[in-house]
């Protein structure tokens, strides 16, 4: 059980990007691919040798010979002691949750989200700090130059484990924990959310179905939902974590989730529908013929937030990435706290978040968490909709009614063309920053451009920049426009162009939000050309 030192050679391409390094499972899959970039991890910070990690994934493809793997790795660099969820499997939110419970040293969790999974889907790995995290640019910038000059990684040479049963076991000399993944997620629940009230709720005949999407939430929502809260069985529907995801992909929004929108539109909806993703950090929310934009949650859940135990003093002030429509800022403006916009990517907020300046955050792309953890938290948003309507004994679509009619309606939505190639978008994001200055008064199709800029971040915590966040455009008559490429893709280039157009409280709320988006959308696609440039101007997915 000696660690061997074994020789490897500098791998290109293992930058991080918006969440860790995602590719194709078969790329995770090469000898030594997995190995240079967790070596890397560990040199990247210093050392591993006496320190304690988290590691867990959302149970995808290659998920447990991934543990494995890190596992020989951790306890040749001299790793104390790892904590892993049974199976391998630990959702996001519940490993970031771990990180700061048991003060470890970070964690390495292992998932490609909402995308696909399986031998020729997706993987990925990211690494979290000690604050539950994902690594701020600085740490990964650390990792990548490791990735570009390493030769030789740590790994003991002994069997796998087995991961299936809890308790703590030995590898030469590191402790391996191995946890329930739920248990104390959901005893960090129980203290945010009034579980009686809800329990309440349900027992009052209340009907709810929580689409798992064969992904890692299914046994967290099983046990707080149709156990600790009461809700029948069948509550929550595809429970049953899958290597493939049943075949599916585990994003949850009105295209990739449509079984769960059919039923929410027809005349047997429940009361209430919500699905996560692969990992357990997204959500959407649903009503009986109502669909809740991510934006549009985030505003809600920051307006009500004061009607939860553990939000009951206040929140700070509420965080959106830059895309995410305005909605929370004018709930921000309507508490007296403040609003911050930051770049896409989790990890923004976690500054902001440690300084107290921000208790709830959020995102276009369904992502809404709170200091609770580090991470956005798929089913802790879920629940605190359920214990607002449970005090505030509405329907979805009377709550998004009062509210709209309160702070006017953002009618919003994500176009995204995928699969681009690469020289194609960088063409359009290109052209338009050439044009950026003259783009003001021109007009196209009936809007004319009030306003454009490339979006750069001054962190107002650590006062680090992150420049070229995205294209912004404005329009006479209050519509917004912005593009950016997705960082989380492992195909080509993904175009991601979202929409906004905002009614005012005495302004129709009741249109169909393409319906209301489609002048901003034809001079949008006018202006960046994209049936010169890509070929076509109808998305792939339109969220
Ligand atoms: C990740 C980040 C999110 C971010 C999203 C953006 O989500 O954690 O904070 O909003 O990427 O994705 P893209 O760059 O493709 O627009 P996840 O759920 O994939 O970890």
């Given at each position: ?12 391409g293992?930058k ?20 240079n970039?967790?070596q ?6 210093g050392g591993?040798r006496?320190?304690?990690f988290?590691?867990?994934g959302?149970g995808r493809?290659?998920n ?5 793997t890190i596992?020989?790795?951790?306890a ?8 892993v969820?049974k ?17 470890t040293d970070?964690?390495?969790i292992l998932s ?8 020729d ?22 990792i ?5 000059k390493l030769?030789c ?13 809890i308790?703590e ?7 391996v924990?191995i946890?329930?993944p ?18 309440a ?15 890692v939430t ?8 149709e156990?600790a809260?009461?809700a ?9 974590p899958?290597?493939d ?6 994003d949850p ?10 039923l ?10 919500a699905?996560?993703d692969?990992?357990?950090d ?9 669909y809740?934009t ?17 939000y ?21 403006k309507?508490l007296?706290i403040?609003?911050y916009?930051?770049p896409?990517g ?18 276009e792309s369904?992502?809404?968490g ?16 359920l ?8 329907s979805?679509?009377?709550?998004m ?13 994500r ?11 960088d ?31 001054l962190d ?6 992150s420049?070229?966040?995205?294209l912004?455009?404005w ?7 912005v593009?950016r ?8 280039a ?18 169909d ?5 489609s002048n ?24």
């Amino acid at each position: 059980m000696t660690p061997r030192s074994i020789p490897c050679s500098p791998i290109e391409g293992q930058k991080p990007g918006t969440s860790g390094l995602r590719k194709k499972t078969r790329v995770f899959m090469q000898p030594g691919y997995l190995e240079n970039f967790v070596q890397s991890v560990f040199n990247g910070i210093g050392g591993a040798r006496g320190k304690t990690f988290v590691v867990g994934g959302d149970g995808r493809f290659f998920n447990a010979q991934a543990i494995q793997t890190i596992l020989k790795m951790a306890a040749a660099n001299g790793v104390a002691r790892v904590i892993v969820g049974k199976g391998g499997l630990l959702s996001t939110p519940a490993a970031s949750h771990l990180i700061r419970l048991n003060k470890t040293d970070g964690g390495l969790i292992l998932s490609a989200s909402h995308n696909p999974g399986g031998i020729d889907e997706d993987f990925g790995i990211k690494f979290n700090t000690p604050n539950g995290g994902p690594a701020p640019e600085g740490v990964t910038d650390a990792i990548y130059a490791e990735t570009t000059k390493l030769d030789c990684y740590q790994a003991l040479d002994v069997d796998d484990i087995v991961l299936d049963l809890i308790g703590e076991v030995t590898l030469g000399t590191m402790k391996v924990a191995i946890i329930d993944p739920v248990v104390d997620y959901q005893a960090l629940m129980a203290t945010l959310f009034d579980f009686a009230k809800i329990r309440a709720l349900f027992a009052s005949g209340f009907t709810m179905k929580f689409d798992a999407m064969h992904a890692v939430t299914g046994p967290y929502a099983q046990a707080v939902l149709e156990g600790a809260l009461g809700a029948p069985k069948g509550t929550v529907i595809n429970a049953t974590p899958l290597e493939d995801f049943g075949g599916g992909h585990p994003d949850p929004n009105p295209v990739w989730a449509k079984p769960l929108m059919d039923l929410m539109m027809s005349d047997i909806a429940p009361d209430f529908g919500a699905a996560s993703d692969g990992d357990g950090d997204r959500n959407m929310v649903v009503g009986r013929g109502v669909y809740v934009t991510p934006s549009d949650s985030l505003a809600v859940l920051a307006a009500n937030a004061h009607l939860a135990p553990g939000y009951a003093a206040g929140i700070a002030g509420v965080a959106r990435s830059m895309p995410t429509s305005g909605a929370s800022d004018r709930v921000a403006k309507h508490l007296g706290i403040e609003a911050y916009e930051t770049p896409t990517g989790w990890k923004f907020f976690g500054n902001l978040m440690d300084a107290g300046k921000v208790t709830i955050c959020g995102e276009e792309s369904a992502g809404t968490g709170s200091n609770h953890v580090r991470e956005k938290d798929g089913l802790w948003a879920v629940l605190l909709w359920l214990n607002i309507l449970a005090e505030r004994k509405q329907s979805v679509a009377d709550v998004m009614a009062d509210h709209w009619k309160l702070f006017g309606r953002d009618y919003y939505s994500r176009h995204d063309y995928e699969a681009v190639s690469k020289d194609a978008a960088d063409e359009v994001m290109d052209g338009i920053r050439a044009r950026m200055g003259d783009l003001v008064g021109q007009q196209f199709a009936t809007l004319t451009v009030a306003k454009s800029d490339e979006f750069t971040y001054l962190d107002p915590v650590d006062g680090s920049v992150s420049s070229k966040q995205g294209l912004r455009i404005w329009f006479e008559g209050g519509a917004r426009a912005v593009l950016r490429l997705s960082g989380t893709g492992t195909e080509g280039a993904t175009l991601r162009i979202y929409l906004e157009q905002y009614a005012d409280s005495h302004e129709d709320h009741t249109r169909d939000a393409q319906d209301a988006l489609s002048n901003l959308r034809d001079a949008v696609v006018e202006l960046c050309e994209l049936d010169r440039i890509i070929g076509r101007s109808e998305p792939d997915v339109m969220t």
